[in-house]
């Protein structure tokens, strides 16, 4: 878990490291690991095509668009592997209010409420940062979290 956070909260360094490093290739290695994480069945089918073949045969067969890729995402948004939870009737209000106006800098207090509010409907562990790209990534998620709940 720490390795976890490490990577996440530093990614621009290990990105800026000489690529010959053990250092590096460490991170480079997680960073393959984790970005090959399913988000659900979808992905795992297409892994497994991939791994014994059968993604080429049937791409041969019946070419590039052969429908692979809408029937992946048709079963991730079916079985997702983790299904946020519902928002609390306080957190939705907070972030209608919240997301009803344009913010150019989010402050100590309203990063704390979206980390908590995030960490339960995500059930994750992230934590207040200091790194700009970080929160962004963090309101990005609940924006878009968010608009597809009131879908």
């Not at 079963?75 to 907070?94: A, D, G, I, S």
């Not at 960490?119 to 994750?124: D, G, Q």
Request: proline share 1%; glycine share 6%.
């Amino acid at each position: 878990m720490d390795s976890i956070r490490k990577y996440e909260e530093n990614q621009e360094y290990y990105e800026n490291l000489d690529k010959r490093t053990k250092e590096y290739k460490t991170y480079a290695q997680w960073k393959a690991n984790h970005e090959k994480a399913s988000g659900g069945l979808g992905d795992t089918v297409e892994k497994i095509t991939e791994a014994t073949g059968i993604k080429s045969a049937v791409k041969f067969l019946a070419g590039e668009d052969c429908g692979c890729d809408k029937r992946k995402e048709k079963l991730n948004e079916l079985f997702r592997y983790n299904k946020p939870e519902c928002l609390l009737e306080e957190e939705y209000n907070y972030l209608s209010d919240l997301f009803s106006k344009t913010h150019s800098v989010i402050d100590y207090t309203t990063q704390k409420e979206l980390v908590k509010i995030y960490n339960r409907v995500f059930k994750s562990s992230k934590r207040i940062s200091s790194c700009g790209s970080c929160v962004k990534n963090l309101y990005a998620g609940l924006k878009k979290f968010f608009d597809a709940y009131n879908d």
